[in-house]
């Protein structure tokens, strides 16, 4: 099983609808990511937080919310999707206790189209 | 800010050796990662600099010059597998510590 999960892995959804797209860890790292990656722009950073109670703005976070549930839980939300947020998002995690590098573990990907 | 270039796509020959640089600009650099890409896949971490110089895991190595704010990735005896993604990425310490990323660079391997 994956250590970084992401649900779902596919959507397709139409413009103005509310969505959701979910991400749970297993691995106790406090700090909790969500990217979006299109072709020639690479991965920006949405929205990050470090722990429970520390939620931050990223990059790109314009339509975007999220939510830190649990330590391992982190959800991202799209109030009202419009087309332009056609792209392939990813979760991460990271922790410097436990890497000294404090690389970041993705999870395998939210593909999410909006027509 | 930052501003992280790689070059978009490169060809290589199985068997080869290629070399892909990445430059960067950034207020407070504090380590450079990169990463592979498979299409469709997660990134998965190949390596991390901080300090200036070479190192080495198997077939890859990766090098770091902070003054000239230049990296590059090294890949041996290439392999059709290597074919993917190569994403340069740097942790800005202005940035809260977060790592911004490159466009990538699309490596295929030719036999």
């Known amino acids: 099983d994956a250590d970084v999960t992401q649900t779902p892995r596919n959507r397709i959804t139409k413009t103005g609808k509310r969505i959701m797209l979910e991400c749970s860890q297993t691995?106790?790292?406090?700090?909790m990511y969500w990217y979006r990656q299109d072709p020639g722009l690479g991965l920006r950073l949405i929205y990050y937080?470090?722990?429970?109670?520390?939620?931050n703005k990223g990059e790109i976070s314009d339509g975007y919310s999220v939510s830190r549930q649990a330590q391992a839980k982190f959800s991202l939300s799209l109030e009202s999707a419009i087309p332009n947020q056609t792209a392939l998002y990813f979760c991460?995690?990271?922790?410097?206790?436990?890497?000294?590098?404090?690389?970041?573990?993705f999870g395998e990907g939210s593909r999410l189209t909006v027509l | 800010g930052q501003n992280i270039d790689q070059p978009t796509e490169m060809t290589a020959t199985e068997g080869a050796i290629v070399q892909i640089n990445c430059t960067y600009q950034?207020?407070?650099?504090?380590?450079l990662f990169w990463y592979q890409q498979h299409a469709g896949e997660a990134p998965t971490f190949l390596s991390y600099?901080?300090?200036?110089g070479l190192e080495e895991k198997g077939r890859f190595s990766s090098f770091l010059s902070r003054s000239k704010g230049y990296s590059y990735l090294l890949l041996k005896e290439l392999q059709m597998k290597d074919s993917a993604s190569y994403l340069c990425?740097?942790?800005?310490?202005?940035?809260?510590?977060?790592?911004?990323f490159g466009t990538g660079t699309r490596l295929t391997v030719i036999p």
């Open positions: 937080s470090f722990d429970v109670k520390d939620i």
């Open positions: 950034t207020s407070g650099f504090n380590g």
């Open positions: 691995k106790g790292h406090d700090r």
């Open positions: 991460a995690t990271s922790d410097l206790r436990q890497t000294n590098t404090g690389e970041l573990f």
């Open positions: 600099n901080v300090l200036d």
């Open positions: 990425a740097v942790r800005d310490q202005t940035g809260a510590n977060n790592l911004f």
